[in-house]
């Protein structure tokens, strides 16, 4: 059996990383979604173990201290963490696992797991990402101001990831996932069993 995909989807706030996350997991019955840890309280309807892994700040640090996470951040006071174990028994199953994180979690991955794929979600224009932020309602303009600035630079790093997807029409997008989804499943460096197998007969 083949060993799962990691893919790792990231990209500017307002891009449609969570949109497009939907879909996929809709269309694709195979793909899993990796469950988080986190220091925060849990919200009323979340369940332990399907919304979050909820700990307590020492134990989180404990693990950290015990490399037991693939990547990690503190936001807000709170830290939020994807645990190895879990990922890698997925994988190992050969169950297709879909990471939705910050461009900070994304590299943290790279530099633990380079055989994920990583894919960058990329708006039509910063125009079009102003007015999906703004079409949102949530956020003050001094919020928006930021998420703008912080858009602006976070496109430089598209070029550290494998795959730039541009959301113009969320279908579209989820669609070409799709299809990287397939040719990274038919890699040949992901086939070195299958090979070796054949080569035995």
Do not use: W
Not at 81 to 97: H, S
Not at 150 to 162: G, H, K, P, T
Not at 167 to 194: F, G, L, M, P, Y
């Amino acid at each position: 059996m083949d060993e799962g995909l990691l893919v790792v989807i990231s990209g500017p706030s307002g891009a449609g990383k969570g949109t497009i996350c939907k879909r996929l997991l809709m269309e694709m019955s195979y793909l899993k979604v990796s469950v988080s840890a986190t220091t925060r309280k849990p919200r009323e309807g979340e369940a332990e173990g399907i919304s979050y892994y909820f700990i307590d700040e020492e134990e989180f640090i404990k693990r950290i201290n015990n490399d037991e996470f693939l990547e990690y951040a503190k936001v807000y006071g709170n830290y939020y963490g994807t645990p190895k174990e879990e990922v890698f028994k997925q994988l190992k199953a050969g169950n297709d696992i879909i990471l939705e994180i910050d461009i900070q979690g994304a590299l943290q991955v790279k530099k633990n797991y380079p055989m994920g794929v990583f894919i960058f979600i990329l708006p039509p224009s910063l125009a079009e990402l102003k007015t999906r932020i703004e079409g949102r309602g949530t956020d003050s303009k001094e919020v928006i101001l930021r998420r703008m600035e912080s858009a602006y630079d976070e496109l430089n790093y598209a070029f550290q990831y494998d795959y730039a997807v541009l959301n113009d029409q969320v279908e579209v997008a989820a669609e070409k996932i799709k299809h990287i989804i397939e040719a990274e499943k038919n890699r040949v460096i992901r086939k070195k069993e299958i090979i070796s197998k054949i080569r035995e007969i």
